[in-house]
């Protein structure tokens, strides 16, 4: 960028007050006054102010070791936020107040220790980014279904399976009602929810884990009917489970396969 229009976008963002930087070191209190983006770098919320915040559109906080319950004041008097990303922080559980948050577009709980995500997410309406990777989370609340926006799902704990391969989180019954989906990931294999995966054509990205044999008719029903697929992986369920996938037909839009398993021989169908 030259320097001049640097300059320029610099000022601009200063003006319209686009974001501020809290890292703790300021000697009196940090005002948040008219900021649209408020980075949080430091532990101490002490000097941080707990009002002006009407206009926040976008709070991260990148300090693993704050106290989440400092910011429910900011959370309470920020009607317009539409990201919250809390990635890296120590939160086991959500405040209630994020639910509250109704024009909430982006939820990041990436690397967090998040353990349990409460049923009141079906409240976040707006919500079309969920990203829960590599966090504690080993299920998905019910309500999750209710989520008609949402196109990216992220949601698989930090543990390994015997096979190297991410463990997947348990959903809820009704999968299919999230329809407009582009991301799936990573998500335990069963009946129920293979038959419903199935109606989610708009899929981009589909990864599946713990898939036993019995499960390969309605895994290769439901990703034949996924025409708009870039990215897909299958993960069996143990290193000696032996997937037979000879109804699996791969969309030309693929352009990554990951697999980890064995197969049953070298089927045709797979390959093309």
């Known amino acids: 960028m030259h320097d001049v229009i640097r300059l320029l976008a610099l000022n601009k963002a200063k003006e319209e007050c686009f974001g501020k930087v809290y890292d703790g070191s300021s000697t009196g209190t940090f005002s948040i006054e008219g900021a649209r983006q408020i980075l949080v770098q430091g532990r101490n919320l002490e000097k941080l102010s707990r009002s ?71 409240r976040l309406r707006n919500l079309e980014v969920l990203d829960a990777a590599h966090s504690k989370l080993t299920y998905l609340p019910n309500r999750v279904v209710e989520l008609k926006k949402l196109r990216y799902l992220y949601a698989f704990p930090t543990s390994r399976s015997e096979l190297g391969s991410i463990r997947g989180v348990k959903t809820p019954l009704g999968i299919q ?16 929810f293979l038959h419903d995966v199935g109606a989610l054509i708009e899929l981009r990205t589909f990864d599946v884990c713990n898939v036993w044999s019995k499960h390969s008719v309605d895994l290769s029903n439901a990703v034949n009917g996924m025409s708009h697929l870039v990215h897909l992986e299958i993960h069996a369920a143990t290193e000696k489970e032996v997937l037979q996938l000879e109804g699996l037909y791969l969309p030309p839009t693929l352009s990554w396969l990951g697999f980890a398993g064995q197969l049953q021989k070298t089927y045709e169908g797979v390959l093309d």
């Open 177 to 192: 009602r999230l329809a407009g989906l582009r991301a799936l990931q990573s998500i335990v294999a069963t009946p129920e």
């Open 52 to 122: 002006g915040a009407t206009q926040l559109r976008a709070l991260h906080v990148f300090e693993r070791y704050i106290d989440i319950d400092l910011l429910k004041p900011i959370l309470m008097s920020s009607n317009l936020l539409s990201m919250l990303d809390l990635q890296g922080t120590r939160v086991k559980i959500l405040l209630n107040e994020v639910f509250d948050l109704f024009n909430l577009r982006y939820l990041g709980l990436r690397y967090t220790d998040l353990e349990i995500l409460q049923e009141i997410v079906g």
